[in-house]
């Protein structure tokens, strides 16, 4: 049974940095996407970023794109979401979620991921 577990939320001043860990307890493998979504109350989860294991390729919604960065540490079977420059909208839950055996391209749809975490909430003040 494969686990996904975040760390690294908390809250921060506009213009700050966090970094977000999500450990992955089990086996993966080199066809996996990986991915950070987050939830602002009364919203629809919105994706963030994804990574491709087999390339380490990655994608970003717009509303981050330049300011977050998602990388994987393989040895550690960790998954990061390095955020800088945040800003108020950016307070969330945020999630990370996988999808295994992936064949094709990640895809940015939370029906995509078979498998969430429990979250960690990021709160960002003015």
């Known amino acids: 049974q494969v686990q996904l577990v975040e760390s690294g939320g908390g809250s921060v001043q506009a213009g700050g940095s966090l970094r977000l860990s999500c450990a992955v307890f089990?086996?993966?493998?080199?066809?996996?996407?990986m991915g950070w979504f987050r939830q602002a109350p009364g919203k629809e989860r919105e994706w963030v970023a994804n990574i491709y294991s087999g390339d380490t390729s990655t994608a970003y919604a717009d509303s981050v794109k330049g300011r977050f960065t998602i990388s994987q540490d393989n040895a550690k079977n960790t998954l990061y979401l390095q955020m800088n420059s945040l800003k108020p909208e950016d307070t969330a839950m945020y999630y990370c979620?996988?999808?295994?055996?992936?064949?094709?391209?990640?895809?940015?749809?939370?029906?995509?991921?078979?498998?969430w975490g429990q979250g960690t909430q990021v709160t960002v003040s003015s």
């Open positions: 089990g086996p993966t493998y080199r066809r996996d996407c």
């Open positions: 979620a996988a999808a295994f055996l992936v064949v094709g391209a990640c895809s940015p749809s939370p029906s995509f991921y078979g498998l």
